[in-house]
């Protein structure tokens, strides 16, 4: 399942469009459950954005929202908004029941692959009590730059410079 370093890409992420907004609706709220209860917080964006918010980003010709496939069900989702020469990584989200395999290491490195040639760096952040998020993101060279106050916990802002290789992936 899981390329190595070196190899081409194990995942093959699409662009979603508006008629996948249903999907991408269902595997964001699947996925961001166990960051809810992490942070005790039942109120994040991708839990509790209307099914229009979901498919007016996945209009917005500004903002590549990409996917995998496992036959036709929809198991992974990243997206990059492009600000300048910034690549702002946001919602990476694997299936729960897909988790583990490293789907979500491929598809960001494959997504920051076919991120607009003007971005010479990411930016993404996650909650502090993100652990697995947290390790996947050092592991592919991402380092904190600040945090940010939210309710009672911090978020953590991470960057990277574009290309920076990973450290290594398993
Ligand atoms: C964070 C998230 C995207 C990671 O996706 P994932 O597909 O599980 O990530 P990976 O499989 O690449 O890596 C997860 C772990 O599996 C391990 N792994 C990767 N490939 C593996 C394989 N073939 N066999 C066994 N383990 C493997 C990785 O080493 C990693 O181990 P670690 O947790 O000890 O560091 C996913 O957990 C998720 O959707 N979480 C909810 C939403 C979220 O938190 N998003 C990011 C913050 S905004």
Redesign the pocket.
């Known amino acids: 399942?899981?390329g190595q370093l070196g190899h081409p890409r194990a995942v093959t992420p699409e662009l979603l469009t508006e008629a996948d907004a249903g999907e991408l609706f269902t595997l964001q709220r699947a996925?961001?459950l166990?960051?809810a209860r992490a942070h005790g917080n039942f109120d994040l964006p991708?839990l509790v954005e209307p099914l229009a918010d979901v498919r007016a980003a996945l209009a917005d010709p500004a903002l590549p929202v990409w996917g995998v496939r496992d036959g036709h069900r929809l198991i992974?989702t990243v997206r990059i908004r492009v600000r300048g020469d910034v690549g702002e990584v946001?919602?990476?989200?694997?299936a729960?029941d897909?988790?583990?395999?490293?789907?979500?290491?491929?598809?960001l490195l494959a997504a920051e692959e076919l991120a607009a040639s003007a971005v010479t760096r990411f930016r993404?952040?996650?909650?502090e009590r993100?652990a697995?998020?947290l390790?996947?993101y050092a592991?592919l060279g991402y380092r904190e730059t600040h945090r940010s106050p939210e309710a009672d916990y911090e978020l953590i802002h991470l960057e990277k410079p574009r290309g920076r290789a990973p450290a290594a992936?398993?």
């Open positions: 399942m899981v996925a961001y166990s960051e991708p992974a946001g919602r990476l989200a694997v729960p897909r988790q583990g395999e490293g789907l979500g290491t491929e598809l993404l952040f996650t909650g993100s697995g998020a390790r996947l592991r992936i398993r």
